[in-house]
């Protein structure tokens, strides 16, 4: 199993404001599945998320990845377990306004020892042509993909992706979507994805559900849908 999540429980807060957020969440991955974690708001989604890219740390259970646990790291081992395993792909997409395209993906390149072939990726991405503009000259899904670049020329294990199609209209949704389909398949990347549309589990191999801070369903996917197939 190359993710495991056990039992992770997480609050907020001290005392009589103390909120617990997950309350005994666990899931497994196996390397270079797609899948989601849905459910309705509140739930706990992106903080499992968070805890799982070590952007929070958890109270108790424990969460592993290729075998080796993040319970108790300090945080300079934190950081370096986040650079050497993990990508994040936000909603919002977190671009350096005052970097062209090409400094903002090689931002995510220096994170690493062993980063992507920067010229591939940016083939990949239909970015090549792009290289020079500034995030203020670029549409949202243009923009998207920048963002998604940067996360993947670290080359991480894994990409965690927290609603990463939801300030986007349909059709640059679904070229999202057909993007992480395509990273998914060429660099075997195993992404986890929150998000709300109802449409994306059936592209996904596993989904887990959420409600009041624990996973309460896993569904297996035989046949997943092709991305380009989704009506979003």
């Given at each position: 199993m190359y993710l495991e999540v056990i039992d992770v429980k997480k609050s907020y807060g001290k005392g009589e404001g103390k909120q617990q957020v997950l309350k005994g969440a666990s899931c497994s991955l196996d390397r270079g599945d797609m899948a989601?974690?849905?459910?309705?708001?509140?739930?706990?989604?992106?903080?499992?998320?968070?805890?799982?890219?070590?952007?929070?740390?958890?109270?108790?259970?424990?969460?592993?990845?290729?075998?080796?646990?993040?319970?108790?790291?300090?945080?300079?081992?934190?950081?370096?377990?986040?650079?050497?395993?993990?990508?994040?792909?936000?909603?919002?997409?977190?671009?350096l306004t005052n970097l062209n395209v090409r400094d903002n993906i090689r931002t995510g390149e220096k994170l690493t020892d062993q980063p992507m072939d920067y010229g591939k990726l940016i083939e990949s991405l239909n970015l090549k042509n792009l290289e020079k503009k500034y995030p203020g000259q670029l549409s949202g899904g243009q923009q998207q993909r920048v963002a998604i670049a940067r996360a993947l020329i670290k080359n991480p294990k894994l990409l965690l992706c927290d609603e990463p199609t939801g300030a986007l209209d349909s059709a640059t949704a679904k070229e999202t979507l057909v993007l992480l389909e395509k990273i998914n398949a060429e660099f075997g990347t195993t992404?986890?994805?929150?998000?709300?549309?109802?449409?994306?589990?059936?592209?996904?191999?596993?989904?887990?559900?959420?409600?009041?801070?624990?996973?309460?369903?896993?569904i297996i996917n035989e046949n997943p849908a092709p991305a380009d197939t989704l009506e979003l």
């Open positions: 989601s974690i849905i459910g309705s708001s509140g739930g706990g989604k992106s903080t499992l998320l968070n805890c799982i890219g070590a952007l929070e740390v958890i109270d108790e259970g424990d969460i592993r990845v290729d075998g080796n646990s993040i319970k108790g790291l300090s945080k300079k081992d934190l950081t370096k377990f986040r650079r050497d395993n993990i990508g994040y792909i936000f909603q919002f997409y977190n671009l992404i986890l994805m929150v998000t709300h549309n109802q449409a994306i589990p059936a592209m996904m191999k596993k989904n887990f559900v959420m409600k009041d801070g624990r996973i309460i369903e896993q």
